[in-house]
């Protein structure tokens, strides 16, 4: 543990007693949240400096409101004009790149809005039928099997009697309450190859220097 001079913590102490927040410590004396905390967490607090430290947390609350507030304004205006149509080929690519896998046509997640997406956009623009999926549901203790399928059932619009489950409390390891969804695509050669294809045309056109950007050096030495 680091070292610090004890005028330093018997100041650390004192704000401490006087009603300062545990950030409030750690932003004034540059010291880790757990380092303030084994100093301070054996102090008797009076009831005047709680009152104020319990004021402080509140503050924080509404400022944290605030900040929430502030992002979600910007999320709905980058948004703005979002056309699903015309983004659905980046979107899907970038579900695939980030949950899919490389050898064969699956698509595994625990999110149930993942799920639902990844679903949407291929039943929408790659006209893949039900009857085309595989679903599988990979459980451990203690999740029930019946409870599992039948929450999957209703995010995937599968039938229950399509759904399986693989349990194993070793591979399955999980603290989701539902487990891990594994969809795989019957025949799906056709679009793994075309994940693979988006995924690259995308790190393509992101990563290769745009048209007309070269730099001085590049423009000199063709001059």
């Known amino acids: 543990m680091r070292k610090y001079s004890s005028e330093l913590l018997t100041a650390l102490k004192r704000d401490r007693l006087t009603g300062c927040t ?48 502030a992002a979600n304004a910007r999320a ?3 948004l703005t004009g979002f056309n699903e149509r015309e983004a659905w080929a980046v979107l899907l690519a970038a ?55 039948r ?4 995010v995937t619009g599968i039938h229950l009697r399509a759904i399986r489950t693989n349990y194993h409390d070793k591979h399955n390891k999980s603290t989701t309450t539902y487990g891990m969804c594994r969809i795989t695509f019957r025949a799906g050669g056709d679009n793994l190859k075309l994940m693979r294809c988006l995924i690259r045309e995308l790190t393509d056109k992101i990563l290769s220097p745009t048209v007309g950007s070269r730099s001085s050096t590049d423009r000199t030495s063709h001059s």
Not at 33 to 40: A, F
Not at 43 to 64: T, W
Not at 151 to 154: A, E, G, L
């Open 95 to 149: 579900l695939y790149w980030a949950e899919g896998t490389k050898s064969s046509f699956v698509f595994t997640n625990t999110d149930e809005a993942m799920i639902r997406i990844f679903l949407k956009l291929v039943r929408t623009y790659l006209k893949i039928q039900d009857k085309e999926m595989d679903i599988l549901i990979r459980i451990c203790h203690p999740m029930r099997s019946m409870h599992c399928r």
């Open 22 to 69: 545990v950030p409030m410590l750690m932003a004034k004396y540059s010291i880790p949240k757990t380092t303030v905390w084994h100093h301070i967490r054996n102090l008797q607090l009076s009831k005047k400096a709680r009152k104020i430290i319990n004021s402080s947390r509140g503050g924080s609350a509404v400022r944290a409101q605030g900040k929430w507030a």
């Open 76 to 78: 709905e205006d980058l």
């Open 151 to 154: 929450y999957w059932s209703k």
